[in-house]
């Protein structure tokens, strides 16, 4: 498998070094533009390179390559025959939890609206599986790409989450490096699960931004109004010797001031969304590369 990032996970002062690999693979039926009158490849400005000219849309066909330089042709409309009904229709096959399904399946969201006469039965199928807290497994067929879907309830609108098929998940087995058996330090690990609790919050997607976002586009502002870009520069990171010494570092870093942690779980039961943290400036956010 190849390497796509090499980094670190953290939390607090820890840093897990990784390597990334991607989870899953297309297994699409790849078509290529050809010239039909002598099934050559057309490069992207539609020029064919045995005939020595540009082709016109209306000249050209799909086909795939089964070996080197060998084609099998489809016209568009053999495409949308084998397509079928699947390309019009998004086919319930199952109803499940949505805990059932690993993460790395999800590909894609999509809201559904009710059509010009479809008002009520959408109400229907809304409320329904809202109150049996169930999401339909679906077949879908999105520009000649055949796909499951989950379709769900999403505030008061029907989603589709485009998913993988089964075989386009990689094996965990894979990846390379993995350890046959977890071997942890007993204190090292309930000092990792005391950082975890610190760090636990409810899930408030409007607390997170991108930084870097924000940065880059102030820093165009400054740009455009002829003004020098100032970058304040990056923090020294703590040198931490050991994992022992980072944790405890780390437990130090994020002590919970006396009532906090108290106010924080009473206005999660109660439901009420924690402050939001407020925003560094351009000059008090590190240069991301």
Not at 192 to 205: C, G, R, V, Y
Request: proline share 5%; charged share 30%; aromatic share 8%.
């Amino acid at each position: 498998m190849h390497t796509l990032w090499k980094g670190a996970i953290s939390f607090g002062l820890v840093n897990v070094p990784v390597k990334m690999f991607a989870a899953t693979e297309e297994k699409d039926i790849h078509m290529r533009y050809l010239h039909k009158e002598c099934t050559t490849p057309l490069s992207y400005v539609r020029k064919c390179a045995t005939c020595d000219r540009e082709i016109g849309w209306e000249e050209i066909t799909k086909g795939y390559e089964y070996e080197p330089g060998k084609f099998v042709l489809f016209e568009k409309e053999e495409l949308d025959e084998l397509a079928g009904e699947a390309s019009r229709e998004i086919k319930i096959i199952d109803f499940v939890d949505l805990k059932e399904i690993d993460p790395i399946y999800f590909q894609k969201t999509y809201y559904l609206s009710p059509g010009d006469t479809g008002a009520n039965a959408y109400s229907l199928l809304l409320e329904s599986m809202r109150q049996s807290s169930k999401i339909g497994i679906a077949k879908v067929s999105i520009r000649s790409k055949s796909s499951l879907a989950a379709i769900r309830v999403l505030d008061n609108c029907i989603a589709m989450e485009t998913i993988f098929y089964p075989d386009e998940i990689r094996p965990v087995a894979q990846v390379p490096n993995l350890p046959e058996q977890a071997k942890v330090d007993g204190k090292e690990l309930e000092m990792a699960k005391m950082l975890i609790e610190q760090l636990s919050t409810p899930f408030d997607p409007e607390k997170y931004t991108d930084d870097y976002r924000e940065t880059l586009l102030e820093a165009i502002r400054h740009k455009v109004a002829g003004e020098e870009v100032q970058v304040a520069p990056e923090q020294k990171k703590t040198n931490v010797i050991d994992l022992m010494s980072a944790l405890q570092a780390s437990l130090e870093a994020v002590k919970t001031k006396p009532g906090e942690k108290a106010a924080k779980d009473a206005g999660a039961k109660s439901g009420e969304k924690p402050a939001k943290p407020k925003r560094k400036t351009a000059a008090k956010v590190k240069e991301t590369v």
